[in-house]
Each structure stands twice: as C-alpha cells, then as structure tokens.
C-alpha cells in the first residue's frame, strides 16, 4: 500500500434505493477503515447527502465486531437515504460540516448520481484548499451502473425476481382453468436486466418447455403490441398459461412508456409502478384481457426485491463487503475520484475480479447525463421478448442453483380393465 499521508476522519454514506446486501458494503468500508493508521474515526451520514448538509453523523467506530456482522445481514439502507438533489450552493455549508469533523475521507454506496455527488463535493473541498479524497463503491438492483460487469445488490434482487417468477408459475400452470395469465413487474427505468433475470426460473434455464416465464419484456426493445399479443395467443394455445414478466420502464416505439405514466422525480426521471401512480404490468394486463377475455393477475415489485435478506445470494454479499475493502485500499493511495468495479475472471469456473473506473466516466459528466449499461443484443432474443442462452450462462452463477420440484405428468390415466 502506497504511503498517504492525508490523516483524519472518515464519512460513508448511502444513497438511492436499498439493496439486500448494501450494508454489506457499508461494513466492508468500516472495517477497512478501522484498520487504517490514516483514519481515526468513521462516521456516517445520515440521509445521505441530506446528512452531511445538516451535520447529523453517526459514529460508526463504536460498533463492535458482533454488531457489525448483525449490521451486514440487516434489510434496508442502515443509514437512511434521501432524494435531495445536490445544487451548487449547497456546496459551502456542506464543506464547513466536513471540516467540522475533520472529513477527509469521503465514500458513498450507490449509482451514477452518488458518484456524481462524491465528485462535485471533493473537487469542491480542495479548490477550497480543504484536501479530500472520495471513492465510490458501486450498488443497484437494477444492474446498469456503467464500467461493471455487474452490480452489488443485483444477484440477490436478480434471485428474488426469479424464485418470484418460479413459484408463482408453477401456481398459475396449476390454476389455469381459473386464472389464465399472470403479469410480473420487476424494476428498471431503462434496462432489462431484472425481467431477464427471471429465465433463471425455469428448469436448466431453457425457453420452450412450459415453465414460466413464457415472455420477457425489457426496455431495450420496443414494445409491439401485435407481435406481443401475437406470442400471448400462441403461448397459451401451447401450454394452457401465459406468464409474462416485464420491466417498469418498457416503452413503445415513439417512446412512450407502456405504463403511459408522466409523473417525474426531482432528477427528472418518470416515475413507474406504485411511485408513478401507474404501470406497465396494469396496462399488459388490461391488454391481454380485452383481446381474449381472460381472468388473469399481476403483481409489482417494487421494494421487496430491494432489501429481501431472505433471499439475499451469499456471493452477492461478500462480493459487497469486499467493494467496501477494496474502496478503502484504492483511497489509501490518495487516488480518489473514482468508483470501485465489479469484473468477473476470464475462466471456466466464476470467480469475481476487481478495478477502478473514473467518477466523470460513470456520470458521463460530458454529455450532462448519467450513462448507463443496457442488456447487449446478444443476450436479447431475435423477436425481443426473451433472453439468449449466452444470458443464462451469465446469470447462472449469480443467482446460484434454484429449488427443484416435482411437476404431475399430466396424462389422463386409463381406468382399469374389469
């Protein structure tokens, strides 16, 4: 470890929705930072940036080894989240909280805009003559954090959504004389790769057999609303059943979102599902039972797949925990300004790798926008609703081997001879 001599104190925040596994990071970056001769006391923010604007920290350093492994296992964002959106002016009494504390360590867990706020407050301390240094360690369900192969919280949301998809196919193939289709809602503004996940779900991960789910929708193909229905009446000619998953954020070709919703957030972002008033699994729904006149369900997942510990992947949170180690050993060189990534080894058998990207480079701070990382197309089917065998060898070692079950044959058995 090269030497730094920057001596002080650290802050850790997290920010955006929660993970299942994203105080997993929060214990991994306390803990590298207790071993450092560097830092002396850890705190952390409460409500994210909204903390540090008000100077209400929390003293991390007093946890002990118990509670801190208590700490990692426990759902939600520990220590608390907020919508704020950081504005110039909020820079200079944000600083003057830092030097109250003697900050001169920042870390936030999140995506592009706590990666983005990380930048803009350190670049603004030390133009200010106040030396800091900020890593970023890497979190959201939705899997699209730019420079990853994937991310922290993913495996264990991408598990919920499939163990989901799953279990309730496997009830709506036995219940298809009452209830002929279901609809899934998973998150994800503008990738698919939650939807997608729910391949995992069926058996050996391969399409065409009958288990759900039947047809993946995902933002990064329009949505074709006769081809759509098109592949409803098929499916259920063939199988009985329909279940269809798709994600919040999937749109028509002109744009408009199949949810039709126009709510906004403070990042100017539309709101889906239950934040937006509205959503794209209502919309299927009400679709698929105008055309054929079917009795079906949908369910939206909104933040059970966020912080569902019961589900959580083991890989998914020492994967976490380890981003939090390798945040406080990047910052302990004294290069900052950058996000820690998750990478995947070039061999036959999985095996995680990690790697820096710069902080602009995740925020794409040129083009004004956060960038963002889609499904590629080799992972999408040709006709746009499911995923490709190349996406299950992907997922497999995420989500771990899911549960096996005994399907009836369904073959009418022939009364005996008198």
């Known amino acids: 470890m090269a030497k730094n001599t920057l001596v002080g104190n650290a802050l850790i925040g997290q920010s955006g929705g929660p993970t299942a596994v994203i105080n997993s990071s929060l214990v991994g970056i306390l803990e590298g930072c207790l071993k450092s001769k560097n830092i002396k006391t850890v705190y952390g923010m409460r409500y994210a940036i ?6 209400h920290f929390l003293d991390l350093s007093k946890l002990n080894a118990k509670e801190r492994k208590l700490l990692a296992e426990t759902p939600g964002s520990a220590l608390g989240s907020s919508r704020l959106k950081l504005k110039d002016e909020l820079l200079p009494p944000i600083l003057e909280n830092l030097k109250k504390f003697n900050i001169r360590y920042l870390f936030m867990i999140g995506g592009n805009d706590s990666m983005d706020t990380i930048r803009r407050v350190v670049n603004y301390a030390n133009a200010q003559g106040y030396e800091m240094v900020g890593v970023g360690c890497p979190k959201t369900v939705d899997n699209d954090l730019f420079g990853t192969d994937h991310t922290p919280g993913y495996a264990s949301a991408a598990r919920f959504v499939a163990l989901s998809l799953q279990q309730g196919g496997r009830l709506n193939g036995d219940m298809q004389k009452v ?19 729910g ?7 391969k399409a065409g057999a009958g288990d759900a789910p ?14 759509f ?15 269809v998953v798709t994600g919040e954020g999937v749109c028509y070709k002109d744009g408009t979102p199949l949810s ?17 008033g509205t959503s794209a699994a209502i919309a299927l729904h009400r679709m698929i039972a105008e055309a054929f006149g079917w009795r079906g369900e949908f369910q939206i997942l909104e933040s059970l797949q966020m912080c569902a510990q019961d589900r959580a992947v083991a890989v998914d949170r020492k994967e976490a925990w380890l981003c939090g180690q390798k945040a406080v050993t990047q910052a302990m060189t004294g290069k900052g300004g950058v996000m820690i990534t998750l990478l995947r080894k070039k061999q036959a058998k999985y095996a995680p790798a990690f790697g820096t990207i710069s902080l602009e480079e995740v925020a794409n ?4 926008h956060s960038r963002e990382k889609p499904v590629p197309a080799e992972f999408i089917a040709a006709d746009g609703m499911d995923v490709t065998p190349a996406f299950i060898k992907y997922i497999a070692p995420l989500v771990g081997e899911m549960p096996k079950h005994l399907v009836l044959d369904g073959k009418a058995a022939k009364a005996p001879k008198k």
């Open 365 to 368: 701070i040129d083009h004004g």
């Open 50 to 55: 909204q903390g540090t604007l008000d100077g």
């Open 214 to 227: 039947h047809i993946i929708l995902m933002p990064e193909r329009a949505f074709d609303k006769p081809a």
């Open 199 to 205: 391949a995992a779900a069926r058996r050996a991960g």
């Open 229 to 243: 229905l098109a592949k409803v009446k098929a499916t259920h000619e063939k199988f009985g059943f329909v279940s």
């Open 179 to 197: 209830d002929q289709f279901t609809v899934l809602q998973t998150v994800g503004r503008s990738s698919g790769w939650l939807p997608a996940a």
């Open 260 to 276: 039709a919703s126009e709510t906004k957030d403070k990042f100017g972002n539309t709101e889906f599902g239950a934040m937006g």
